[in-house]
């Protein structure tokens, strides 16, 4: 894990022709750098996820539901999307040129942002990208912006109630904190404050009750355009917010623990995890099961890691140390899928459909268990990843480390859809 700062990283390891994934992490944004022999193949941040496929439909003015099918054959055949778009005459090289160099300029400039932040690089073969599909770092890091990194911002204290005015939890979170679209209070499964007002719960009560009412203490589920956050108070009490996708999610969740008068678990630094995996699930030689086996020799936080079938029942790969037993994963990963998967999270709107017609449609989450974070993402053919942290772990590295190991599955040999 690199102390440096993340633009420095990135030069460095361009200096060195590395090839592979710079992953980097912080409250206020989490930024993935692909490289081949030192040149920038791809890049993306999370506040700019879908800057290349919006800036490609408009400058070759290419119809949603053809770049969907071009998405799903590029991952159905794990060929690169710029050089098939060519290909099926689509875009021109200057067009996918200047779509790329977009993306990647606004990845590197959240990156250039950063002066402290958790960062990883995996070293990884890439097959050969088309030179003319990517750039010298220096193109974009001379121009990069300086940017001062985004402070936390310290809630404003909730506003006085007037006199005789009953004093609603839903209203002052709402007001306190920019970038929530509603805040509901439950008990249990009953709805007994919201702002705006609701005659029902916009909550799914399956999600309630796979999550919060089943022994954990926080949860929030983000797909393309928003997420929704869920922590418990005093039992069976509960908050529930949904998030606008501009919002600065770690900022966020921090500002609705601290009106909201709760407190994040915190424990004692847990012993240094013992280099490698020390169990697996799944056939040894499964090709899913050594690629969970591959990351977690690099990336220590990861104690364990379970892919569960599309019927929630079943553990197909997996592995993990013996800082966590098999079992426990495979018991917690279970009763989650159910909160990821089916009708849980209903946040349908125009943007959101635009997404989902160029393929971005699959959700993550990740849950609060007693010591553990439990990181979860639906993979392509129903089935589940999930991830287990320690709790002391910033969430932004979990988030991080979750879209770089689905990203690895995809590539792992027989994990053809």
């Known amino acids: 894990m690199s102390a440096t700062r993340p633009i420095d990283e990135l030069q460095r390891l361009s200096r060195e022709s590395a090839n592979g994934e710079l992953i980097c992490a912080a409250s206020q944004v989490e930024v993935h750098v692909f490289l081949q022999a030192g040149r920038i193949a791809w890049a993306t941040d999370s506040r700019h996820p879908f800057a290349f496929a919006s800036h490609l439909q408009t400058i070759a003015r290419i119809d949603p539901d053809t770049l969907r099918q071009v998405v799903e054959e590029c991952r159905r055949e794990k060929l690169p999307l710029g050089e098939t778009l060519v290909e099926w005459g689509l875009a ?28 990883l690089f995996l070293e990884r073969g890439f097959r050969d990208y088309n030179e003319k599909l990517t750039f010298a770092v220096g ?49 249990h499964e009953r709805l007994i404050d919201g702002d705006p007002a609701c005659p029902s719960s916009r909550v799914p009560l399956e999600l309630v009750r796979a999550t919060i ?132 999270l209903r946040l349908a709107d125009p943007g959101e459909a635009a997404l989902d017609s160029i393929g971005f449609s699959l959700k993550t989450m990740v849950s609060g268990e007693s010591r553990l974070w439990c990181f979860g993402a639906e993979l392509e053919r129903g089935e589940s990843l999930w991830l287990f942290l320690d709790r002391r772990t910033s969430q932004g590295l979990g988030w991080a480390y979750l879209s770089a190991v689905t990203r690895a599955l995809a590539r792992a040999p027989g994990r053809d859809a």
């Open 139 to 187: 193109e974009f890091v001379a121009a990069a912006p300086t940017i001062e990194p985004e402070p936390v911002p310290e809630p404003p204290p909730p506003p006085v109630a007037a006199a005789g005015e009953r004093r609603s939890l839903a209203r002052q979170l709402r007001a306190s904190i920019e970038g929530l679209s509603w805040v509901e209070v439950l008990d």
């Open 213 to 344: 009412l089943d022994d954990c203490d926080f949860v929030a589920i983000r797909s393309a355009r928003s997420s929704v956050v869920g922590m418990s108070m005093a039992r069976p009490c509960s908050i529930w917010c949904r998030l606008s996708a501009e919002s600065t999610f770690g900022a966020v969740v921090s500002a609705i623990w601290a009106v909201a008068g709760a407190a994040e678990k915190s424990f004692d630094r847990p012993p240094t995890r013992p280099d490698g995996a020390t169990w697996s699930v799944g056939a040894t030689d499964d090709g899913a099961t050594e690629a969970l086996r591959s990351f977690q020799k690099r990336a220590q936080e990861v104690l364990g890691a379970i892919v569960i079938s599309a019927d929630c029942e079943q553990a197909i790969a997996g592995s993990g140390c013996s800082l966590i037993e098999p079992e426990r994963c495979v018991d917690i990963a279970r009763r989650r899928a159910r909160a990821l998967g089916g009708d849980t």
């Open 92 to 119: 021109n090289w200057d067009g996918v040129r200047t779509a790329l160099a977009h993306q990647i300029s606004l990845a590197v400039s959240q990156l250039a942002s950063l002066e402290v932040a958790q960062t």
